[in-house]
């Protein structure tokens, strides 16, 4: 993981560093698959795909994509930082083969009393540059020479606390 | 309209708080995040520098997601679709009631949002909750739909809340 970010050093329009996945072959979404128990034919039985389903050919799993989303921001917070939401849509199918280039933006920032909280726009592209995942993240940052986020996270007053 | 008192009184339905068959374990730690591709050291089954703010080793931010499995000794729908080729994979493991009145319109994936609070231990035991949190409709280019928003809610065994997660379906 990168040096520890800092909520001073962020502005709007910075983009993160890119987090790319692939290619994704047939043995990561077999991995992927039986690492969950998703016995869901569509991303390892390419007839039953195609034939069935009437699909292309088998597809990259939402669940997998939402992992990649995740990662990007995880990995941007730091250790003294904390991702507190993540939301997002499936817009376009990804088909095995597919490379996923996950970016981020930094759309706002808000200052309070104990860390800042950072909007980031957010989504998965692939190799043609279609995005098929559009997003958005809070992330709580620190203030540099101050404290790390709390953690477990403490939402900010006036928020639907963790009760 | 397509909301009704009837499809209004599904909202605040909910489930029991069920607990996942399975503790979080180190080797069901690793393969998913080999298979997410995401090897942080936070996830290594023992203390270090980058686990050690969250309490020891932890799981991946969305592992509790896909805790919810299929216990032993209950019926194995893959032995018992082993003949049918139409059999989709699907095992659905965690639901709510269908909603009757809307079960003739299509379902559609309008979204999802998750909400953390604090990583999964090793060794902890995860419930999931679920209840539909809101139904609406609204006026779409091809008609009226309804967004039906599923709330799921991941507490440890000691009752902290780990995540929230909120589905959108969309209905129409």
């Given amino acids: 993981m990168a040096e520890q970010l800092y909520f001073d050093d962020v502005r709007p329009g910075q983009e993160l560093p890119r987090l790319t996945k692939g290619p994704l072959g047939e043995i990561h979404l077999f991995r992927w698959s039986a690492a969950m128990e998703n016995w869901h034919r569509i991303h390892y039985d390419r007839r039953f795909a195609q034939e069935q389903d009437k699909l292309p050919d088998l597809l990259v799993n939402g669940s997998l994509k939402q992992q990649f989303i995740t990662q990007i921001v995880k990995d941007w917070a730091g250790r003294d930082g904390w991702v507190w939401k993540v939301g997002f849509q499936f817009r376009a199918m990804n088909t095995v083969g597919d490379t996923l280039h996950v970016w981020g933006k930094v759309k706002s920032t808000e200052r309070l009393q104990d860390y800042g909280l950072v909007v980031v726009e957010l989504g998965i592209v692939n190799q043609d540059g279609k995005e098929n995942t559009p997003g958005q993240a809070t992330v709580a940052l620190p203030f540099r020479g101050g404290q790390p986020v709390p953690y477990p996270f403490v939402p900010p007053p006036g928020t639907q606390a963790a009760a | ?172």
């Fill in chain 2, 1 to 172: 309209m397509l909301i009704t008192d009837e499809v209004r009184s599904y909202i605040g339905l909910s489930s029991e708080a069920d607990f996942a068959c399975d503790a979080v374990e180190a080797g069901a730690v690793r393969r998913f995040a080999q298979a997410i591709m995401d090897e942080d050291p936070a996830y290594l089954g023992e203390t270090n520098d980058a686990n050690r703010r969250f309490g020891g080793p932890v799981a991946p931010p969305l592992f509790a997601n896909h805790m919810v499995r299929r216990p032993l000794g209950t019926p194995d729908p893959v032995q018992n679709n082993a003949l049918n080729p139409l059999f989709d994979g699907i095992v659905p493991v965690a639901s709510l009631p269908g909603i009757k009145p809307l079960s003739h319109l299509a379902s559609l994936n309008g979204g999802s949002e998750f909400e953390f609070f604090r990583y999964a231990r090793h060794g902890e035991r995860v419930s999931l909750k679920l209840s539909y949190a809101d139904i609406t409709e609204k006026e779409s280019s091809k008609g009226p739909m309804v967004l039906v928003v599923r709330q799921y809610e991941f507490r440890t065994d000691g009752g902290e809340l780990l995540m929230r997660a909120r589905m959108t379906t969309i209905r129409r």
